[in-house]
């Protein structure tokens, strides 16, 4: 395995007396996928607002580039490369798609180089050059997923992470998601793909964590999970191999 | 100019710095029903440093501006950690208690009041608006405002894009309170009297109300709503005569064409009030109508990018 970017260990969240997340340590390479699979309510969105700083972990460490950034703000945590995409694309409704594309380097000072960027996402995708000056509300749910992508790319991450991003999209925008975010990866962007659709997330993934009411109960490479009967009979259906 | 116009210019002025101090919270999603204490400060300070030690106007008026700014940022930090009706509720309670304050208050006036000695005309506040709205247009235009706008849509996501969500609403907030300030300065100036009564209840619910029913989501809006009330009432008050003697007319009734009461311009007011709130809930101005309106905007940028590609 290369060198760990992002780097967590013995993470605990909790809210309240609810513990959401219990001493996950788990690691995300240099140009790796790491995939976090589990079902509803075993602390995948948790253990992500912890990463990206919406909640305070109530225990354990979290290191980026070498840096702790256990209690670093959001700001501090998007300065240092990692940037998250959230769960149910969620654009700013009042904006236009330039707008928000504008929004994802509001930490940057280089405006010559964002209006750069931003070209380059319009190159990528063609729907959103066209609509540039269009209220993002219009989009289709696989444009808003892609303003989405791009607007975390504008932010220049070295890591991006995704929560669910496949939920509610057709099984065609799935299909051109994972193949974006394989060819993000290969561009040398690192990747945390938080994902109820266990067969895709596996299929690009390198790494997987399996998280079960907030522990991690399976770790190993994709292929390996992939194979794994526990695994099947927990989220693929025990499909025979 | 007569009188009436010169009072009526100078009200408008007035009411649309006013609203636009209330705007700045509302457009980061706080709605801000102190608006009466804000303004009361910014009067009463304005009036006491005229009054009793002789201030020039500039220092009155920025005084009056800086004293509500310097409240309303220290308050912001404590009151901004309430949510929805609670905000409304702990805005309206800081309002009040400016009020009590300055009731209480000797050197104040108290119940009777303060004088203002140095007078304004119309054109003061008139200039004032105009600085005013303009600063908030370029402010709306700039980055900061993209931010509010951004805080205002979804706060959470904002926050992921690492903007500081706490302090928008706070410089959205303080900067707000300033603005009503320097609108309660004005005020002082052109009415030459400062009265506690004036700064009431009904004066922070009616400044809300032109911004919300004028519309929050472009800077627009406030100018619209403060215009449309000040002017409606104005409006009916000629209408208004009229109409009852036309429809006493048609009715055949003869010799009925006392005024009618004052009440009713209030009446009609709140009949439009609550209409608007039906037909236009995001207000009079909304952003897709300003934008549908500039279509001379578009076509240049879309040559601009084409001519980029």
Redesign the interface.
């Known amino acids: 395995m290369s060198e760990a970017w992002l780097e967590t260990e013995a993470l605990d969240v909790t809210y309240g007396r609810t513990h959401a997340v219990r001493g996950v340590s788990l690691t995300v390479g240099e140009g790796e996928i790491v995939a976090v699979l589990g079902a509803n309510g075993a602390g995948k969105t948790s253990l992500l607002r912890a990463l990206q700083g919406a909640v305070k972990p109530s225990g354990g460490t979290i290191r980026f580039m070498g840096r702790d950034l256990t209690n670093a703000g959001s700001a501090e945590r998007v300065r240092s490369g990692m940037m998250l995409v959230p769960e149910g694309r969620q654009i700013f409704v009042s904006m236009t798609v330039h707008e928000n594309l504008l929004m994802g380097g509001h930490l940057r000072r280089d405006q010559s180089a964002v209006e750069k960027d931003i070209k380059a996402v319009y190159e990528r995708f063609p729907n959103l050059a066209e609509r540039r000056d269009m209220k993002a509300t219009v989009l289709s749910g696989g444009e808003q997923q892609m303003l989405a992508v791009g607007r975390a790319l504008i932010g220049r991450p070295k890591l991006m992470m995704l929560d669910e991003p496949s939920l509610g999209l057709s099984p065609l925008f799935v299909e051109k998601l994972f193949s974006l975010i394989q060819e993000l990866n290969g561009e040398g962007l690192s990747i945390l793909l938080v994902e109820q659709n266990t067969h895709m997330a596996l299929e690009i993934a390198s790494r997987a964590y399996v998280l079960e009411l907030g522990r991690v109960t399976l770790q190993g490479a994709a292929a390996d999970l992939a194979a794994d009967a526990a695994l099947a009979e927990a989220y693929l259906g025990a499909e025979p191999a | 100019m007569s009188g009436y116009w010169i009072g009526l210019i100078t009200i408008l002025s007035i009411n649309v710095i006013f609203a636009y101090g209330i705007f700045l919270a509302v457009a980061t999603g706080q709605l801000n029903l102190g608006g009466a204490g804000f303004q009361a400060l910014g009067a009463y300070a304005a009036a006491y440093l005229a009054m009793e030690m002789d201030q020039p106007l500039f220092v009155t008026i920025a005084s009056g501006m800086i004293v509500a700014g310097v409240i309303g940022f220290a308050i912001s930090f404590p009151i901004l950690r309430l949510k929805g009706v609670y905000l409304v509720l702990g805005t309206f309670a800081f309002a009040e208690v400016v009020a009590g304050l300055i009731l209480n208050s000797d050197a104040l006036g108290g119940a009777t009041g303060l004088p203002v000695p140095t007078f304004i005309d119309w054109d003061v506040p008139a200039i004032a608006a105009v600085i005013v709205a303009v600063g908030v247009f370029w402010l709306m235009s700039t980055?900061f405002g993209?931010?509010v706008?951004?805080v205002?849509?979804?706060e959470?996501?904002?926050?992921?894009?690492?903007?500081?969500v706490r302090m928008v609403r706070v410089c959205a907030f303080a900067l707000g309170a300033a603005l009503a300030g320097l609108s309660g300065a004005l005020y002082a100036h052109a009415y030459s009297f400062v009265e506690i009564q004036v700064f009431n209840a009904s004066l922070s619910i009616y400044v809300l109300l032109y911004v919300l029913l004028g519309g929050a989501?472009t800077a627009w809006g406030p100018l619209f709503g403060a215009a449309f009330f000040t002017l409606l009432p104005e409006a009916l008050r000629d209408t208004l005569p009229a109409l009852k003697e036309a429809v006493f007319g048609a009715l055949g009734i003869e010799g009925a064409a006392t005024p009618p009461d004052e009440s009713w311009r209030f009446v009609i007011l709140g009949v439009a009030t609550v209409l608007m709130m039906i037909f236009r809930p995001e207000g009079l101005i909304t952003?897709?109508m300003v934008e549908r309106l500039r279509p001379l905007n578009?076509a240049p940028?879309?040559a601009r990018?084409e001519a980029?590609e």
């Open positions: 980055r993209l931010v706008r951004s205002h849509d979804d959470v996501v904002a926050d992921l894009m690492g903007v500081n989501q952003r897709t578009r940028r879309a990018a980029a």
